[in-house]
Nanobody
């Protein structure tokens, strides 16, 4: 069983930055693909970023096109924590952001095993 707790959301002006954190419980954290999804009002939950397990201590990042070169996902296995650094935010990034974990090698929308409770990110214009 893995529990995920997000933090770091809030209100920011367009062009600003936020860093989300996701603290995970469980002794096998390093073996999970971890990532972030978001859901805007009236829209479906969508993939944002992932840190997919490449074996051992190797992880590969993957991003949806709209956040490439603005968002950076990272993980600290010693702290059982994943991060999402979000720069140059726009109003279109406004959503509830969810941390996710998967036993699969690669995190996708359909293979999430655990979800966090979500943290609100609001970007004003």
């Amino acid at each position: 069983q893995v529990q995920l707790v997000e933090s770091g959301g809030g209100l920011v002006q367009a062009g600003g930055s936020l860093r989300l954190s996701c603290a995970a419980s469980g002794r096998t954290f390093r073996d999970y693909a971890m990532g972030w999804f978001r859901q805007a009002p009236g829209k479906e939950r969508e993939f944002v970023a992932a840190l997919n397990w490449g074996g051992g201590s190797v992880y590969y990042t993957d991003y949806t096109d709209s956040v490439k070169r603005r968002f950076t996902a990272s993980r600290d296995n010693a702290k059982n924590t994943v991060y999402l650094q979000m720069n140059n935010l726009t109003p279109e990034d406004t959503a509830v952001y969810y941390c996710a974990a998967s036993r699969a090698v690669k995190l996708t929308t359909t293979n999430v095993d655990y979800w966090g409770q979500g943290t609100q990110v609001t970007v004003s214009s």
